[in-house]
């Protein structure tokens, strides 16, 4: 048994005696945290959420559908506040020190080219995730764009992940999709700044 499935089970113990409401509200605090502010970043997300799904399988008291949607809401909401938190707050902390004026440079550079790959794909890092959002807003991504990434990545990450553990009792194969789809966007942030820079390298 893997380090991951170890963490899983544990969760999953003591996850299942808690009242619906609660167990809906945990998930989802926990899953802000981690996603929307700084300190949140060493909770484990990914395990929560496979054990999360675990438990609404094994138990009629949860509701998967509330759980995917507390979830999902969750995600989303998180990576809203810590782009916000980069715009607003940041960003000024940064500029008003000339230390910081290049790497304010270069992550408008960065974010302008590989935004959008990056939001969705640092969903499938722990630690990164909750750095990536704030860093967008410091960068001054793109809003719409923000948000298009963020609502892809909180939906493949949040539910998908959750979904995985849901199904996994059953449906061994399920875990194994959720893996490549984080793959895929893994390798789509990499294939895409290759060709960018390959790109530009000739102009």
Known sequence: MTHYQVLA??????????APFLFYFVAGLVIFVETGLLIGFFFPGDSLLFSAGL???KSHNFNVVILLFVVFFAAFMGDQVGYVIGRKFGRPYLAKNPKYVKLVTRSETFYENYGWWS??????FPWIRTFVPPIAGIAKMNYYKFLWAN???????????????????TLPWV??????LAA??????????????RRNKRD
């Open 175 to 180: 875990k194994n999709i959720s893996y490549g």
């Open 9 to 18: 089970a544990s969760f999953s113990h003591q996850l299942t005696p808690l």
């Open 184 to 197: 895929f966007f893994i390798c789509g942030s990499f294939v895409s700044g290759f060709l960018r820079y």
């Open 151 to 169: 609502s892809l990545g909180a939906l493949l990450w949040g539910s998908g992940i959750t979904l995985a553990g849901f199904y996994s009792a």
């Open 55 to 57: 438990v609404a399988a």
């Open 119 to 124: 939001v969705v794909a640092a969903r499938f």
